[in-house]
């Protein structure tokens, strides 16, 4: 395989994902909570370093494509993580509850908050016991592997 189809399998493989994520979201109709959201940063900018690793190649291009792989697939590992209850997630999206402590008891009682937080402990979608964030998670490895690839394939 050859540094250029390396580099276009990895980003490509990053936008698909987000291509899913997206379908997802608005065709599924399972909106992202604030950890999805996270996971979807780097592979923005996989794509990115994709297109200036295509347009002026190099090793440093292709190792900073494997670290934002590498990213995401580490927020994936967080996000699995905290849907199953290995370790506490942002207090803002769990269902810990400890956000709650500075309101006052007309603000809890209030109907005009923001009643479509999506928490981040619950699994909305999964496949062969694994979640949306674990799937990510694994694809992303792979990605890695991939933009590693390409960078020893690069021109010195």
């Given at each position: 395989?050859?540094?250029?189809?390396?580099?276009?399998?990895?980003?490509?493989?990053?936008?698909?994902?987000?291509?899913?994520?997206?379908?997802?979201?608005?065709?599924?109709?399972?909106?992202?909570?604030?950890?999805?959201?996270?996971?979807?940063?780097?592979?923005?900018a996989?794509?990115?370093?994709?297109?200036l690793?295509?347009?002026?190649g190099?090793?440093t291009?292709?190792?900073?494509?494997?670290?934002?792989?590498?990213?995401?697939?580490?927020?994936?590992?967080?996000?699995?993580?905290?849907?199953?209850?290995w370790?506490?997630?942002?207090?803002?999206?769990?269902?810990?509850?400890?956000?709650?402590?500075g309101?006052?008891?007309?603000d809890?009682?209030?109907?005009?908050?923001?009643?479509?937080?999506v928490?981040?402990?619950?699994?909305?979608?999964?496949?062969?016991?694994?979640?949306?964030?674990?799937?990510?998670m694994?694809?992303?490895?792979?990605?890695?592997?991939?933009?590693?690839?390409?960078?020893?394939?690069?021109?010195?």
């Amino acid at each position: 395989m050859t540094y250029r189809t390396s580099v276009l399998l990895a980003a490509g493989g990053s936008a698909a994902l987000l291509i899913g994520a997206l379908a997802f979201q608005y065709l599924g109709g399972l909106p992202p909570c604030k950890l999805c959201y996270w996971q979807r940063y780097p592979h923005v900018a996989a794509v990115l370093i994709g297109a200036l690793a295509l347009w002026l190649g190099g090793r440093t291009l292709a190792w900073m494509g494997a670290l934002a792989a590498l990213a995401t697939a580490g927020v994936g590992l967080y996000h699995t993580g905290v849907e199953r209850g290995w370790w506490e997630g942002p207090i803002s999206c769990t269902g810990t509850g400890g956000g709650l402590s500075g309101l006052s008891g007309a603000d809890l009682l209030s109907t005009e908050g923001t009643a479509d937080v999506v928490m981040c402990d619950e699994v909305a979608w999964q496949m062969f016991g694994l979640s949306m964030a674990s799937w990510n998670m694994l694809a992303s490895l792979v990605l890695v592997a991939i933009w590693v690839a390409a960078a020893r394939r690069a021109a010195r």
